[in-house]
């Protein structure tokens, strides 16, 4: 009998689970409320609670609402545990984002719904430049904003009782973006995949992997995919087109992340390659120092002496030390414009430069690099092709006691002069020196009087 009884109850308690369960349609016991509310009042502008930040993440004890449109989601899982909203389903002033410890949000704020949140008690910060509003995380004495933990999250986010509105993305140009479109939902054209990624998935699994967007005017945009996203593995496209996504932002690097493949649609034509690397034998090494009395004032000058300027992309000044035929150091000279008939001082130390001087160099570089030569080296400057377009002195040969020493002292082309050339001929230069070797000037140069960097005379 005894038996007979604990059987039944053990029967009758799996019915009951089994019953409980079959009723759960959720496994996320803490997952926040579903109903919607209309009672509830924004009485904050995202911008009023931003302001509430003095340099440190604080806790908000006012008793503040804001409203906003939700243009994130996680369904695909590209987002995780945050939401990010604006401020306007068309034409945002501005973002933000909560983050909070509820997984499948996207079931309980659907992208176009409209949100309230109550502020009081959450945490206002900053990270890399972005606000976001949350819980609390503290470590090793310091509080961060953290995620909002599942058992109130209910307490302070609230869906209203609107139709879900249409998210109308804002066409942005990626080689003007505006921060204050950070978080909000933006749309752009005429992208495509850098070419060397094509062959990659978006993301490597298990891991955050930033993939290269590019325009047809060689503007990059990083796309961020989530190495848990149930599109992972799938080929990034090979065409050109548009890609709509949330504007992410780190500091001043912007970042795009879609909500699931339907964002993107590149199924045009790849762009015309793009030429912006040029070349011109009217760009040319015009002064070179290594005054006497200040190593630290030395200097190489390039004088462009055509009347249009010159994208030096590409382009590169490379130094032979002593006798060496392999090249010791190179500077990078791409990102530099060389304007019209003008100079463009390269330095290694731009800090005793401008005391020196009275000006700050067009670039500061290293010391041991083509601009700090001691006067018995040798210099190339190489177009964006490979092609040598200007030197001074012979490769191979140390310049000491030659026709193409300057130590302690300068190197500057002849006025006449408005043309390069890959071989170094002595009569284009008046040379000073400590020496007076093979035809130079022995007088050695002190900075400033005996220098003119920036002025061609």
Known sequence: ???????????????????????????????????????????ATFAEVKNLYTDETVQIQEDLIIEGYVVSSDKAGNFFSVLHFQDSPVNPGEGFQIEIDVRDTHLFYPIGSKIFIKLKGLYLGKSKDVFKIGGVFSAFGNISVGRLPAAVVD??????????????PTIVDIGILDETLTNTLVQCN???????????????????????????????????????????SET????????????????????????????IDLTGERCADL??????????????????????????????AATADLSLKGWTLRRYTNANTEVSSTID???????????????????????????????GV???????????????????????????????????????????????????????NA??????????NDTGGSGTINDPQNAPDDFTPGTRN
């Not at 604990?6 to 019915?15: M, R």
């Not at 307490?155 to 109308?168: K, M, T, W």
């Not at 690397?277 to 015009?286: D, G, K, L, N, Q």
């Not at 005391?355 to 160099?361: D, I, K, Q, T, W």
């Open 275 to 304: 030429i912006d690397e040029f070349t011109s034998t009217r760009v040319f090494i015009s002064e070179l120092a290594d005054p006497n009395n200040n190593a630290g004032a030395r200097f190489v000058e390039l004088y462009n």
């Open 366 to 420: 290293g010391t041991n690099s083509p601009a700090d030569s001691n006067g018995d080296d040798n210099l190339e400057l190489v177009d964006p092709f490979g092609t040598v377009i200007d030197v001074f002195g012979v490769v191979g040969e140390d310049g000491s006691g030659t026709d193409h020493e300057f130590e302690d002292g300068r190197a500057v082309r002849n006025v006449d002069i408005v043309e390069a």
């Open 236 to 263: 990034l496209p090979q065409g050109n087109g548009s890609i709509i996504g949330v504007l992410l932002r780190d500091n001043d690097e912007y970042r795009l992340a879609i909500r699931d493949l339907d964002d």
């Open 155 to 168: 307490n302070h986010l609230f869906v209203a009782c609107n139709d879900i509105s249409e998210i109308v």
């Open 1 to 43: 009998m005894i038996n007979k009884i604990s059987y039944s109850k053990i029967i009758f308690g799996l019915l009951a689970i089994i019953t409980i369960y079959a009723c759960v349609k959720d496994r996320n016991f803490d997952a926040p409320k579903q109903s919607c509310v209309s009672e509830i009042v924004a009485n």
């Open 190 to 232: 005429d992208l495509e995949i850098l070419e060397t990624e094509l062959d990659r998935p978006f993301a490597i699994e298990r891991e955050e992997t930033e993939r290269t967007l590019i325009d047809c005017n060689d503007n990059e945009l990083i796309l961020v995919n989530s190495g848990f996203s149930d599109f992972r």
């Open 423 to 432: 071989l170094y001929t002595f009569g284009e230069w008046t040379i000073f």
């Open 333 to 363: 000279l791409s990102g530099l414009i060389i304007t019209a008939e003008s100079t463009l001082v390269i330095s290694p130390n731009a800090t005793e430069f401008e005391l020196v001087y009275g000006f700050a160099p067009n670039l």
